[in-house]
């Protein structure tokens, strides 16, 4: 019922720059909590970014400047907007839906590399 699809992930070079989405169906959109997390191997999952219903927005000290999270509720999309890319950006980059109970979506890589 609930479903969370990711997309943009891919590989890009230091500096660069890649926009993550994520559609969501099967909850009311504009009432969740929207959140990206990211775990690359051998580390814990972490918050990166977390967006509300009214477009209220909190970062992680590690991205900060570089990260923009933002919601198109018409859309039922939370997108993140990735630039500066370092190489320890380099994660699988799960979304995050929270309101009485947690959803997530299935991940999608991230790689930056030379």
């Known amino acids: 019922q609930v479903q969370l699809v990711e997309s943009g992930g891919g590989s890009v070079q230091p500096g660069g720059s890649l926009r993550l989405s994520c559609a969501a169906s099967?909850?009311?959109?504009?009432?969740?909590?929207m959140s990206w997390y990211r775990q690359a191997p051998g580390n814990q999952r972490e918050l990166v970014a977390l967006i509300t219903g009214d477009d209220r927005t909190n970062y992680a000290d590690s991205v900060k400047g570089r990260f923009t999270i933002s919601r198109d509720n018409a859309k039922n999309t939370v997108y993140l907007q990735m630039n500066s890319l370092e190489p320890e950006d380099t994660a699988v980059y799960y979304c995050n839906a929270q309101r009485h109970g947690d959803y997530w979506g299935q991940g999608t890589q991230v790689t930056v590399s030379s």
């Open positions: 099967g909850i009311i959109f504009d009432i969740y909590v």
